[in-house]
């Protein structure tokens, strides 16, 4: 499986981004898929995540209320919405992906638990 992000950028702060990623391979309504971001000395932690579905939706507690993620199965995309942005959002943002099997969780929020990486898209918040 392949996860191409695109829709990062330098934006000031109280803009809003959209990031899309784009899979190719295997069968996209059968992964649970999320989001997650990294800084440098930090480690990468989850920002959003949604069911294979996409009726369960999960936030981080820095991002809820400004940012939504939503996937569209057809299209083989999912998408992460991102309002009200503040200089603390900038990070290197990864999609990701996980296939899931009979007793595993249904929403992906832990980095460890990834099948599939994106090669990361750059978000910077200007003050």
């Known amino acids: 499986v392949q996860l191409v992000e695109s829709g990062g950028g330098l934006v000031q702060a109280g803009d809003s981004l959209t990031l899309s990623c784009a899979a190719s391979?295997?069968?996209?309504?059968?992964?649970?898929l999320g989001w997650f971001r990294q800084v440098p000395g930090k480690e990468r932690e989850s920002v959003a995540a949604?069911?294979?579905?996409?009726?369960?939706?999960v936030y981080g507690d820095s991002v809820k209320g400004r940012f939504t993620i939503s996937r569209n199965n057809a299209k083989n995309t999912v998408h992460l919405q991102m309002n009200s942005l503040k200089p603390e959002d900038t990070a290197l943002y990864y999609c990701?992906?996980?296939?899931?099997?009979?007793?595993?969780?249904?929403?992906?929020?832990?980095?460890?638990?990834?099948?599939?990486w994106g090669q990361g898209t750059q978000v910077t918040v200007s003050s």
């Open positions: 391979g295997g069968i996209f309504s059968s992964y649970a």
């Open positions: 990701a992906a996980r296939t899931v099997v009979r007793g595993s969780s249904s929403l992906l929020l832990a980095p460890e638990t990834v099948d599939y």
């Open positions: 949604i069911s294979r579905g996409g009726g369960m939706t």
